[in-house]
T-cell receptor
Framework: GAGVSQTPSNKVTEKGKYVELRCDPI?????LYWYRQSLGQGPEFLIY????????DSGLPNDRFFAVRPEGSVSTLKIQRTERGDSAVYLC??????????????FGPGTRLTVL | DAKTTQPTSMDCAEGRAANLPCNHS???????VYWYRQIHSQGPQYIIH???NNETNEMASLIITEDRKSSTLILPHATLRDTAVYYC??????????????FGKGTKLSVIP
């Protein structure tokens, strides 16, 4: 079946602009996660959704970052007033549900964001 | 979640077993050990996880020491496609409210022809 998909695969923007990154999770997965990966580092957690609600947004670096999942499926990560330091690969993952110890997360290929 | 320590890089000859170590000396009794890998330009991929017992699946084996302070991921017959960064992650059980994965820098495994 289809895995997690993310669009666009690459996004180049200018400092100060607004960007939206989209994630389509695996159908039926109720849990959705966003991570950010800088060059040479492991992914860092940003936010986690259980259904439509953000259950944990403790990883969002500041209030320029916001994410939504209005119908409990597709999610959009929104970054306002982008800065060069926001350049990274943004990864989305989904899992059937969050409340199980054997719950693997399925990752998408990521969106590479470059802020000039 | 407990911190993990892994070697920065390792080489393995194609066809041989790759043994990737991980130290997690501060692991709590209810924390699981997970392994993911990330092939270049792809998202991370789940490999295996365990709590106390050794585990095996079609991809790998996970050996956890009796005191649970370290573990080893074993790829029994490494192929060139196994070249990737391997992440060892300690994760609290779901009841502790910690659903995210905390990645370190991982081990860069290079499988040599």
């Amino acid at each position: 079946g289809a895995g997690v998909s993310q669009t666009p695969s690459n996004k180049v923007t200018e400092k100060g602009k607004y960007v939206e990154l989209r994630c389509d999770p695996i159908s039926g997965h109720t849990a959705l996660y966003w991570y950010r990966q800088s060059l040479g580092q492991g992914p860092e957690f940003l936010i986690y959704f259980q259904g439509t609600g953000a259950a944990d947004d403790s990883g969002l670096p500041n209030d320029r970052f916001f994410a939504v999942r209005p119908e409990g499926s597709v999610s959009t990560l929104k970054i306002q007033r982008t800065e060069r330091g926001d350049s990274a690969v943004y990864l989305c993952a989904s899992s059937p549900y969050a409340g199980a110890n054997d719950n693997e997360q399925f990752f998408g290929p990521g969106t590479r964001l470059t802020v000039l | 979640d407990a911190k993990t320590t892994q070697p920065t890089s390792m080489d393995c000859a194609e066809g041989r077993a790759a043994n990737l170590p991980c130290n997690h000396s501060t692991i709590s009794g209810n924390e699981y050990v997970y392994w993911y890998r990330q092939i270049h330009s792809q998202g991370p991929q789940y490999i295996i996880h365990g709590l106390k017992n050794n585990e095996t699946n079609e991809m790998a084996s996970l050996i956890i020491t009796e005191d649970r302070k370290s573990s080893t991921l074993i790829l029994p017959h490494a192929t060139l496609r196994d070249t990737a960064v391997y992440y060892c992650i300690v994760r609290a059980p779901s009841g502790a409210g910690s659903y995210q994965l905390t990645f370190g820098k991982g081990t860069k495994l290079s499988v040599i022809p």
